[in-house]
C-alpha cells in the first residue's frame, strides 16, 4: 500500500504518454465524423479502408523507400565514423581540447547551418536526379552525439587489454574490430538506432532539399495529405501510422539495447 502512489503516478505518466499513439490508430480507422467531435472509440464501424486511401493519395510506397535510403545511409555512416573516432580519442592520447572541440558541435543549432549546407550541395548538383540520396545524407555523416557515446563506452574497458592485444600482434584496426566493437554492441546498438529514429524523422532538411517528387520521404508525403483528399482527418491518422510502425517496432525490439548502451560509461 505504501507503493500505491508512487504506481498511481506511474500509471498516469504512462498513460499520458501512450495516449497519442492510441489515438493516432483508433483515428486511422474511424470515419471524419468519429472525429468531429472527437471519439475515443470507432462509433460508426471500423474502416480499414483509409490506409488504402493513403497509398493511393500519395506515393507512399516511393516515400517509404526513400526513407529507408536515407536513415540506413545515415546510420552506417554515422556509426563507422563514430565508432573511429571514439577509438582515437580514447587510445591514441588526442590532446584534451580537440576532444571538446568535437563535443561542441553538439551546441550549433542545426537551423543556423541549414543554409550554408543547402547552398554548397546545390552547388555540387545534388538536389536533382540519383544524386539527390547523397544530398540528404551528406551533411549527416558524423555524430558528435554517437562519438561521445561511445568514448564513454570504450573507457570502461581497462587498458591492459590494449596492451595484450598489441602483444598478440593486433593493430589498431584489428583489436577495435575484432575486440572491441564486438564487446561494445550495447552502446553501438542504441546509436544505431537513435540516428536511425532521427533520420526517418527529419522533415526541414528534405523538404528545403528535394525538387523532384520520386525523391520526397516519408514525412513530406504525410505532411501532403493535409492538402489530399479534402484534408481529411482520418487519412492524415493513417498516414502517421504507416510512418510510426518503423520505429515502434524499432523501439519496442531494441529497448533492451537502447537502455544497456545508455547507461553504458555512467558509472567508472
Not at 505518466?13 to 480507422?29: D, E, M, N, W
Not at 556509426?79 to 587510445?91: K, M, N
Not at 561542441?104 to 547551418?113: D, F, K, N, W
Not at 592485444?165 to 572491441?180: E, K, N, Q, V, Y
Request: charged share 10%; net charge positive; hydrophobic share 55%.
Amino acid at each position: 500500500m505504501r507503493k500505491l502512489p508512487v504506481y498511481l503516478v506511474l500509471i498516469l505518466a504512462a498513460a499520458t504518454v501512450l495516449f497519442p499513439v492510441y489515438y493516432a490508430f483508433a483515428g486511422s480507422v474511424m470515419v471524419p465524423g468519429d472525429l468531429s467531435p472527437p471519439a475515443l472509440f470507432p462509433r460508426s464501424g471500423i474502416r480499414p479502408g483509409n490506409f488504402g486511401d493513403v497509398l493511393s493519395a500519395v506515393p507512399l510506397a516511393r516515400q517509404y523507400a526513400n526513407s529507408a535510403v536515407q536513415a540506413g545511409l545515415i546510420t552506417v555512416s554515422q556509426l563507422f565514423t563514430s565508432i573511429l573516432a571514439a577509438y582515437a580519442f580514447v587510445y591514441l592520447r588526442l590532446p584534451r581540447f580537440v576532444f571538446w572541440g568535437f563535443l561542441a558541435t553538439l551546441m550549433v543549432p542545426v537551423e543556423s547551418i541549414i543554409i550554408p549546407n543547402y547552398l554548397r550541395i546545390s552547388d555540387w548538383g545534388l538536389a536533382r536526379g540519383p544524386g539527390t540520396y547523397l544530398g540528404l545524407v551528406l551533411p549527416f555523416l558524423a555524430s558528435a552525439f554517437g562519438t561521445f557515446l561511445l568514448r564513454q563506452s570504450f573507457r570502461q574497458f581497462p587498458a591492459e587489454l590494449r596492451d595484450a592485444a598489441a602483444m598478440d600482434g593486433a593493430g589498431h584496426l584489428r583489436f577495435l574490430f575484432r575486440i572491441l566493437v564486438p564487446l561494445s554492441k550495447p552502446a553501438i546498438a542504441a546509436v544505431g538506432v537513435y540516428v536511425f529514429l532521427s533520420a526517418w524523422n527529419q522533415f526541414l532538411w528534405p523538404l528545403l532539399l528535394v525538387r523532384d517528387p520520386s525523391y520526397q520521404t516519408l514525412q513530406i508525403g504525410v505532411s501532403q495529405l493535409n492538402d489530399a483528399e479534402a484534408a481529411s482527418p482520418c487519412l492524415i491518422l493513417a498516414g502517421v501510422v504507416l510512418s510510426l510502425l518503423p520505429t515502434l517496432a524499432i523501439v519496442i525490439f531494441g529497448q533492451r539495447h537502447i537502455v544497456r548502451g545508455l547507461t553504458a560509461g555512467a558509472v567508472q
